[in-house]
């Protein structure tokens, strides 16, 4: 299990430049590869044709297109304020949106553990509309966006610590088929 | 002198009950014990009473939907017991271990019997089937100590409603013998847990007070939150993301229908009735921005927005008399508690301790809020409307969401496990005493208490 924690933590560091050497979101731990959504993952992929390669435009594609964990930006304790590196972040997404002006996303808020239901279902409202203002911002159609926030109720990382909570304090876009 | 002051005798006092279908029939209140009536004590939690429920008597046993009636006799004490030893106030015997008492003997105690086990209290009587196939219960409380009686009840509901004749007994000894207003008879809205920590399927349930006749309203496959009984229990307003967005919906639970309290694309959530039953309380996130609104449960009211902070305000719990609102707000930069009047005016800080303070709820005895304190840990504590006299409950992980039986006396609440991310439910005496679990089938959060049954 260590190897293996070190064996990523590397992966980690070497593909996603984004990420790595950020104090504030810096994770030891990673989350599981990213997946979309976080939950409800179908067996087969419907991104892939029979071939098995991707589809452009797919959600596979603007996972691999903007990198691991290029889905999604992270907050600190009760924050939802999009900073510098979280910029470069969406950037990348509204380049990919840019490519397929068809497309459109859900941004979905999300919140850690540590507050209560109710706040944190605005709260992880608030975190996606920040994401969404700041695509809109750099040009996104906001028609294209959607939100919704799970609160706490869907955690990526399933710890009950600084680590786990730092990746659940998130607002993920994904795309819409 | 009164009928009732004539009847010592069963067979007169059954000839007062009176029955009806729905609603628990009770008789008229009984005169007051003309002499040696014993004065009421102060309620202190740190005195426990003995009191022995025996059997009921069956004066002739029948079969009914919901079993022999003999056999209900001893289910009755049983949950008569139950319930009074749950409430941490008294130490119950029986029904099992106790002899079988006879006919006579309900009117008649054998006090000195009972003096010699030793106890302070002794409820006793008797479960007749009708005529029309219903249930009449007999339920006497006597003083042993003064050898008197004090407190007597009767009850005539359908056999299947039989365990809410027990609550009603065992409310009206809980009240007589402490003070206290009643609240056995009484139901929870809560939403049931299972599944994994990041895959959790949460259902909409109800269950009564103690934990019986439970259902599960909805499958599971939509994620419900945060129910709400309507004080007539007709309807349950809470969250659903059936169309996957948040949103609170009012289910009706006689039809098994559902609809929005308003159409909007905005997410509503954290939704509270009024007392009355009149309006629904709401929090509503335009644009990210999260404000309280009230709307008629009508069904075709205009929304009101009550707050205009560009933080977070959120929940809300209307007073008892529905002139105050208590609400959170992160207007100050962190989660803290305010009160504000029925229409907006007057929004007023009350929290100032430690820490972030969540989920206020206004006791239905309207002297206290209740609410989350978060300060690493989460914990359930109250404090008075004006902000002072905090007092925390509890002290665990994470215990959140804090509500009120009907009697302002007990508080449930629900609590997180660090790591797996399991719930369950938990009761509080206001004292802080007598902690404990609500059993569940499976696991619990948002309790919500509803008032006690007419």
């Known amino acids: 299990m260590t190897k293996n924690t070190i064996k990523m933590a590397a992966l980690l560091l070497a593909s996603t430049a984004l990420i790595a050497g950020c104090g504030k979101k810096k994770v030891d731990t990673l989350p599981p590869a990213a997946e979309g959504t976080d939950y409800g993952q179908t067996p087969t992929d419907p991104n892939a044709n029979a071939a098995g390669q991707i589809i452009p435009g797919s959600q596979e594609d603007f996972l691999q297109q903007v990198g691991q964990f290029g889905d999604r930006i992270l907050f600190e304790t009760d924050r939802f304020n999009v900073d510098a590196e979280d910029q470069a972040t969406l950037q990348r997404q509204a380049q990919w949106l840019a490519q397929y002006p068809n497309t459109r996303i859900t941004v979905e808020g999300h919140a850690d553990e540590r507050g209560t239901r109710d706040y944190n279902l605005a709260l992880g409202e608030r975190r996606a509309n920040s994401a969404k203002n700041f695509l809109v911002s750099i040009g996104v159609d906001a028609s294209r966006i959607q939100t919704v926030s799970y609160g706490k109720e869907r955690p990526s990382a399933l710890g009950s610590d600084e680590q786990a909570w730092a990746q659940n304090r998130r607002a993920v876009t994904v795309t819409i088929r | ?454």
């Open chain 2, 1 to 454: 002198m009164s009928l009732f002051a004539l009847n010592r005798k069963l067979a007169s006092f059954l000839l007062l009950i009176l029955g009806t279908q729905a609603a628990i029939a009770q008789t008229p209140p009984p005169p007051a014990p003309a002499t040696d009536e014993p004065e009421l004590v102060e309620f202190d939690t740190s005195k426990t009473r003995s009191i022995a429920v025996p059997a009921l008597v069956a004066p002739s046993p029948a079969d009914t939907p919901a079993g022999n009636s003999a056999a209900l006799g001893r289910q009755i004490a049983e949950v008569i017991s139950s319930n009074l030893r749950a409430s941490g106030v008294f130490e119950t015997q029986g029904p099992n271990g106790l002899r079988m008492i006879g006919l006579a003997e309900v009117t008649a105690p054998q006090f000195g019997y009972w003096k010699a086990r030793p106890v302070e209290q002794l409820v006793q009587g008797f479960v007749r089937v009708g005529g029309d196939g219903n249930l009449t219960v007999g339920c006497y409380l006597y003083d042993v100590g003064f050898g008197n009686e004090t407190t007597r009840l009767g009850f005539n509901v359908p056999p299947r409603e039989w365990r809410r004749a027990a609550h009603k007994c065992a409310d009206a000894i809980y009240s007589r013998l402490t003070g206290e207003l009643p609240f056995f008879d009484s139901r929870i809205a809560y939403i049931a847990e299972s599944g994994p920590k990041n895959k959790r399927i949460k259902r909409l349930a109800i269950m009564d007070s103690d934990g019986a006749n439970h259902r599960f309203i909805t499958n599971g496959q939509s994620t419900a939150l945060t129910p709400r009984f309507s004080p007539s229990y007709k309807s349950i307003l809470y969250l659903s993301y059936v169309d996957g967005n948040p949103r609170i919906y009012v289910y009706d639970i006689d039809a098994g229908r559902q609809r929005l309290i308003t159409q909007s694309n905005s997410p509503t959530f954290a939704p509270r009735w009024s007392p009355d039953g009149q309006t629904i309380l709401y929090s509503m996130a335009v644009s990210g921005n999260t404000d309280v609104y009230k709307i008629s449960a009508s069904g075709n009211g205009t929304p009101v927005k009550l707050t205009s902070s560009p933080g977070i305000d959120v929940g809300g719990s209307f007073s008892p008399d529905g002139r105050q609102i208590v609400f959170e707000s992160d207007r100050s930069g962190s989660q803290q508690i305010y009160v504000m009047n029925a229409d907006g005016s007057n929004q007023r800080r009350i929290s100032f301790g430690a820490g972030r303070y969540a989920t206020p709820e206004w006791s239905p005895r309207a002297d206290l809020i209740a609410f989350t304190r978060i300060a690493g840990d989460f914990r359930v504590g109250t404090m008075r409307p004006d902000g002072s006299g905090e007092r925390l409950l509890t002290n665990s992980w994470q215990d959140e969401a804090p509500t009120w039986a009907p009697n302002g006396r007990v508080i449930q609440f629900f609590r997180t496990a660090k790591g797996s991310g399991k719930t369950s439910i938990w009761q509080v005496d206001l004292t802080g005493s007598n902690e404990r679990q609500l059993p569940t089938p499976v696991d619990g959060s948002d309790p919500a208490w509803g008032p006690v049954l007419p």
